[in-house]
């Protein structure tokens, strides 16, 4: 099918003719049935993942895969209790998981919610209301103010439409539709009514690319988090699989039974497997996001908290988001002869406040505020003529004091020209208007005319949607925090770079047609303005500049007869991708933008390594939000933005984001303290089992040791979530080389340690039934050590000290611990005067292992010692 925007290239006579249909009559019920029959319904298809897909896929995956083989081989051999501990801690993560998606997934439904649900179509020659869903090309349909529109159309009959498209453009004014021109499903009328031909229906609209953004955005994202997991997950099991494949096939050379085989593959599959990782990540992420529902921002998808730690770019939109989409009056320039009483007087007269014009309304607010003893009341209005868009005017006849007058207000070149005023006055009021202009200002001319004499300017009104209390304080935050801010509007450049301005971003701005290479016409307005300035130079200063203007058109006009200028917009930005890139990096304004714009911004900052996030109120930021790392919905944003976002907003300003973004980065050292440590812990478990099976044919721990380690560190390990911590003043992201490597020294220096003890043990002559039982304690107690160290970026003994939870929790499980080996509970008892040692000897292995910890960070990772006074703050939230 042809594209809307194709129709407003063609008269309304044309479209009616390719479309078969008559505007006195309509279609026919056969000819609308049988459209149905060959368009499909007017409604947005989507293919939703069935409920037990979604479910089926939480099975699916490495750590899933290393937790189901233990579970299977704890029930191949009779192992019921192991069996039914791995088993909750697998349901445990899916749970947690998969409800937090279910919260989240109703962005499409929402955007589908957005469409009208009834339409006035004039069928069989008579109006009459049909579901929107059973509209379909050729239907004439009225439009009407207050009324959604059904579908793309293009419209045939009346005066004009004024419509509200910044749900789909982000321009914060409604725009003004006439006759041959086309109006886009899912926008709103705000004034005037007309006839309109729908040319363009459900998938075909250009609303529906709004959701087919958001769709590939949904189906083609996937957290960081959910790359680091898998990660860690592939090398566990990559490590698990050579290790058991050598105990199997040293056990088969022993001569030993198959049973015993697989029952000591499944004690060290249980021992490689980080069984409690996703659910303590996930538990959390969730205490952050109930932290973060107590500053009013919901979050609908747990990993976004991760992610927000890493945002080092922020894109928002502009208008109800950095502004209060609310146009407020801003400087008025009073001319002679009135005042600035009689200025907004006259613009009140010449207003009508029933309309709700946007326009209008900063006009009254003004009036109200600032004189609010004058009332319009005491003036009789006897004749008004609305806004239109070949008069750009409205005018009120007035009678007041038996004196009658006519207010004005309109576009300021259409009263300038009404005045009569000379070619100086003309050009200075002209260069005012510029000027205002060049700032990103709406500006209203208002004028009074009194019988037949010519129109007396009174004065220029300059309005801007003006930014929010808070943004300018967010966004310098946000600089401090180590995040750059990128603003994005459907709005013209000139009041992008004012918002900009006034908002202390850097004023490198461009338009949206540049980020496709469409931007010849900026070398062409160029070319015209140069012209001018030639023009006045040869000529002199006594030249009207409107002069020299006409002499530039007529240049350009000769310029577009004899060359093809359409190839400057294909070739002016025909480069490499990664120049693409740095053009956007280096920007920090984008203007004019459409959905598919800002979905391009994100997606190519994405492909520079940059996590990023968004934030919007609109339909067309949906696709945006949804594609980004993180995206938050502001509390005024519409329900399609709310369900593409990760965290909405609940209260109005963005303040709370530098608050998210502070928890966020909380809950990843948090995360990443927990994940260093549990693979170090595992890494210890299973290379000294490996070794020690394979070099002294000696199996370290029992199995119901495993299972025991398993729960007095995994489940009270949980309240790491509630630790404290040191707030970044930069963006912080997994880095998996550091990781795996502190991990592993980590874990390299406990299998030295429990080796040692090992030896000394043997060389005492301990029996290696008792052994087990120093090696299961020295391992308790050591492990949750090693969470000391871990969970400091300096040594362990500095601030942020640990959290009383986890104080409570580690000591607590380690003394249980010691009392199962000490008193000899489930096995042989070793007494507390050895249990004494073991813990003095946990104790030398802690500061080995932070010694350990300080040469990695100093000399691997070449990063700077911390100071021993915590500058940066930490992070006691709970």
């Known amino acids: ?121 004039l069928r069989d020659g008579a109006f009459a209301q049909v579901p929107v869903s059973e509209l379909v090309p050729g239907d004439i349909v009225k439009l009407r103010a207050g ?147 107590r500053q009013k921002a919901i979050v609908s998808r747990l990993t976004a908290i991760e992610e ?46 029933e309309n709700q014009d946007p326009i209008e309304l900063p006009i009254f607010r003004y009036l109200q505020t600032h004189f609010p003893h004058l009332h319009t ?32 207000k309109g576009a300021p070149q259409v009263l300038i020209g009404m005045a009569g005023l000379d070619d100086k006055q003309t050009a200075e009021l002209q260069a005012r208007v510029d000027a205002l202009a060049a700032r990103g200002y709406r500006t209203l ?43 994005i509007t459907g709005d013209n450049l000139a009041i992008a770079r004012e918002i900009g301005k006034q908002l202390g971003l850097q004023e490198k701005s461009i338009r949206a047609a540049q980020l496709s290479g469409a931007a010849g016409g900026e070398l062409l307005e160029l070319a ?19 002069a020299s203007r006409a002499f530039a058109r007529s240049v350009i006009d000769e310029l577009h007869t004899m060359y093809d200028t359409s190839l400057l917009e294909r070739e002016f930005l025909h480069t490499h991708e990664s120049a693409i890139i740095g053009m956007i990096e280096n920007v920090d304004i984008f203007a004019e933008v459409v959905p598919e714009d800002k979905y391009r911004i994100v997606d190519t900052l994405q492909k520079g390594g940059h996590i990023v996030a968004m934030t919007g109120d609109g339909v067309n930021d949906a696709p945006a939000l949804k594609k980004a790392d993180c995206g938050f919905a502001v509390s005024n944003a519409t329900d399609a933005a709310r369900a593409a976002a990760d965290i909405v907003l609940t209260a109005p300003g963005l303040s709370v984001i530098n608050d998210a973004v502070k928890q966020a980065r909380i809950t990843f050292e948090r995360m990443n303290s927990y994940a260093t440590f549990r693979i170090a812990e595992t890494l210890r478990i299973i290379l000294f089992m490996a070794l020690a099976i394979l070099a002294f044919d000696f199996y370290p721990i029992t199995a119901l040791m495993i ?13 790491i979530a509630y630790d404290n911590t040191r707030v970044q003043r930069s963006p912080v992201r997994w880095d998996m080389r550091e990781l795996m490597t502190l991990a592993g020294l980590l874990g390299f220096t406990g299998v030295v340690f429990t080796f040692v003890l090992f030896y000394l043990l043997e060389q005492a002559g301990v029996p290696r039934e008792t052994i087990q039982t120093w090696i299961f304690l020295k391992l308790i107690v050591a492990g949750h050590f090693t969470l000391y160290i871990t969970r400091a970026s300096g040594w362990f003994w500095q601030k942020p000290w640990p959290a009383l939870p986890l104080l409570a929790a580690t000591f607590g499980t380690e003394l249980v611990g010691t009392v199962f080996a000490a008193e000899g509970w489930l096995m042989p008892a070793i007494g507390w005067h050895a249990a004494l040692l073991i813990w003095a000897y946990a104790t030398l292995e802690l500061f080995v292992c932070d010694a350990v910890k300080q040469g990695a960070v100093r000399f691997l990772f070449r990063k700077p010692a911390p100071a021993n006074a915590a500058p940066a703050l930490t992070g006691a939230t709970r």
Request: net charge negative; proline share 5%; with cysteine.
């Open 445 to 487: 001319a208002v004028g009074k005319r009194e019988g037949d004499a010519p129109l007396q300017l009174a004065g220029l009104i300059p309005m801007q949607d003006p930014p929010r209390d808070d943004s300018r304080q967010v966004i310098d935050e946000m600089h401090a925090n180590g995040v750059r801010v990128k603003m």
């Open 528 to 546: 015209e303005m140069l012209t001018v300035a030639i023009h006045q130079r040869l000529q002199g200063d006594e030249t009207p500049i409107s």
């Open 377 to 408: 009341d005491d003036f009789q209005v006897s004749g008004f003529i609305p806004f239109d868009p070949v008069g750009k005017r409205t005018e009120a006849t007035v009678s007041h004091d038996g004196r009658q007058f006519t207010a004005i």
């Open 308 to 353: 927000l730690a890493g945002v080092d770019v922020f894109c928002s939109d502009k208008t109800g988001t950095l502004t209060r989409n609310e146009m407020t009056v801003t400087g008025p320039e009073v001319l002679p002869g009135f005042d600035q009483q009689s200025l907004f007087l006259l613009a009140a007269l010449a207003s009508q406040q």
């Open 1 to 121: 099918m042809k594209n809307t925007r194709n129709y407003a290239e063609q008269t309304p006579d044309q479209t009616l003719s390719e479309l078969a249909v008559s505007a006195e009559t309509g279609l026919t019920a056969d000819d609308a049935a049988r459209r149905l029959s060959q368009y499909g319904p007017n409604e947005i298809a989507t293919r939703q993942e069935s409920f037990w897909h979604r479910l089926g896929r939480r099975f699916w995956g490495p750590i899933p895969w290393m937790i189901e083989l233990a579970a299977l081989l704890s029930a191949l051999v009779g192992k019921w209790e192991d069996f039914t501990i791995i088993l909750v801690m697998l349901l445990i993560n899916v749970f947690l998981d998969f409800f937090q998606e279910h919260r989240a997934l109703n962005a499409l439904s929402a955007l589908q919610a957005g469409l009208a649900q009834s339409a006035r179509v």
């Open 707 to 719: 299972i025991l380690l398993a729960l007095l560190n995994d489940i009270p390990i949980l309240t």
């Open 147 to 293: 009324e959604v529109v059904p579908a793309d159309c293009q419209l045939l009959r009346g005066a004009f439409l004024s419509v509200d498209q910044s749900s789909l453009t982000g321009e914060s004014l409604p725009v003004s539709r006439e006759v041959g021109n086309v109006v886009f499903a899912n926008t709103i009328v705000k004034q005037g009514e007309m006839l309109a031909v729908t040319v363009n229906t459900g998938m075909h609209t250009d609303f529906s690319n709004v959701v087919a953004l958001v769709a590939e955005a949904q189906l083609t994202s996937r957290s960081h988090f959910q790359d680091m997991v898998l990660q860690i997950g592939h090398v566990l099991i990559l490590l698990t699989l050579v290790l058991v494949v050598l105990i199997v096939l040293v056990g088969l050379f022993r001569n030993q039974p198959l049973l015993e085989i697989l029952r000591f593959a499944l004690v060290l599959s249980v021992a490689a497997i980080p069984v409690a990782l996703p659910a303590v990540l996930s538990v959390t992420m969730a205490v952050g996001a109930v932290n973060l529902a």
